[in-house]
C-alpha cells in the first residue's frame, strides 16, 4: 500500500480545563523534516510533538500548529508588592507634613502607583499539559495518516495501470528486434548487388557484417532488465510500508535501460516505442515523487 507525503489533520478537544487544538500538514520532502507553530509559553511541548509525529511519519515536510487556551485553569497570578506600597504611602505622607498637604490617600490612587500590583503567569504542571495535549494531537495524526493513505490509494491505481503499458511496449521491442536484423541484411545485399553488378556476393561477409550489427543493436539484456525492474516495482507498490525511495531507484534504472535501447535501436519503429515508454516512466516518476 502506497503512502502519499502529503496530508492534513485537525483534532479539537477540551481537557484539564484548556481549549485544545492541533494541526498537521505536510507536502513531499526527501526526507523527513518537522517544524511547530505553537505558544512560546508551551515551547517545551516542541521536542514532544515532533517525537510523536515522528513515530507514524517518515518521510515529508511536516508542520504541526497548536493552540492553547485555558478555560478553567486561572493563565496569572495577582499579587501585592506590600514594602513598596508602604514605602510609597511613607513617602506621600513625609511630602504631605513638609508641605501641609490634605491627606486624601486612598487605596484607588495607591492602586494606580507603580508596580504595587505584581502579575505572575501561573505556575503549570508541564506533564500535565503534555497529557491533556497528547490524545488532541495522536487524533489530528491519526486523521493526517488517513487522508495520506487516502491519497496513497489514487497513486497505486495510477502507477500500477502504467506498468502493464510498458510492458506491452518491450514485448514490441523484442518482436521488431530480428525484423530490424532482417531488414538490415536485405539492404545490405541489396547495396552490395547494386555495386557488383552481375558479379557474385560474398555471402559470408554479408552475414558477417550482420553479425557486427546484430551485436550492436541487440537490447536483449536491457529488456530482460527492464522487465525485472517492472516486477520489482510491482512487487514494491503492495508492500506496506515506506518505499519511495526504492521506487525512485527503480525508476531511474528503468529510465537507463529504455534510453540505452532508443541509443542501440536504428528503427524508427523502435525509436517510437522508446519516446512512449519515457513519457510513461516520467509520469511514474512525477508520481512517486508524492510516495513516503
Not at 511541548?45 to 485553569?73: C, M, P, Q, S, W
Not at 537490447?219 to 520489482?232: I, W, Y
Not at 532508443?262 to 524508427?268: N, P
Request: charged fraction near 30%; charge should be negative; include cysteine.
Amino acid at each position: 500500500m502506497l503512502i502519499s507525503m502529503t496530508g492534513y489533520g485537525r483534532a479539537q478537544a477540551t481537557a484539564a480545563g484548556r481549549d485544545i487544538t492541533v494541526e498537521v500538514r505536510s507536502v513531499n520532502h526527501r526526507y523527513f523534516e518537522c517544524s511547530t507553530r505553537i505558544p512560546r509559553a508551551y515551547g517545551y511541548l516542541e521536542e514532544k510533538l515532533k517525537k510523536l509525529a515522528n513515530t507514524v511519519i517518515t518521510r515529508g515536510k511536516v508542520e504541526i500548529g497548536a493552540t492553547i487556551y485555558n478555560v478553567d485553569v486561572p493563565d496569572a497570578q495577582v499579587g501585592v508588592n506590600a514594602e513598596l506600597a508602604a514605602g510609597y504611602v511613607a513617602a506621600l505622607r513625609g511630602v504631605k507634613d513638609a508641605l501641609s498637604l490634605q491627606d486624601d490617600l486612598s487605596l484607588s490612587s495607591l492602586a494606580r502607583l507603580p508596580d504595587v500590583f505584581l502579575v505572575r503567569k501561573a505556575e503549570e504542571d508541564a506533564d500535565a499539559v503534555w497529557d491533556a495535549v497528547r490524545p488532541v494531537a495522536e487524533e489530528a495524526l491519526s486523521r493526517f495518516v488517513a487522508m495520506r493513505k487516502a491519497e496513497g490509494v489514487r497513486l497505486y491505481e495510477d502507477i500500477s495501470g502504467r506498468l502493464p503499458v510498458i510492458a506491452g511496449y518491450v514485448d514490441e521491442v523484442e518482436k521488431l528486434s530480428p525484423q530490424t536484423l532482417a531488414d538490415y541484411r536485405a539492404r545490405l545485399y541489396n547495396k552490395l548487388k547494386e555495386v557488383l553488378g552481375d558479379r557474385n556476393i560474398d555471402e559470408s561477409r554479408i552475414l558477417t557484417e550482420a553479425a557486427i550489427f546484430a551485436d550492436k543493436i541487440a537490447v536483449d539484456e536491457e529488456t530482460v532488465r527492464l522487465r525485472s525492474h517492472l516486477r520489482q516495482f510491482s512487487a514494491l507498490l503492495d508492500e506496506n510500508r515506506p518505499v519511495g525511495k526504492k521506487l525512485d531507484f527503480l525508476v531511474q534504472e528503468m529510465n537507463r535501460e529504455v534510453n540505452t535501447i532508443g541509443s542501440k535501436c536504428q528503427d524508427v519503429r523502435v525509436t517510437r516505442l522508446v519516446v512512449e515508454m519515457k513519457s510513461e516512466i516520467e509520469k511514474i516518476r512525477e508520481q512517486i515523487q508524492n510516495v513516503e
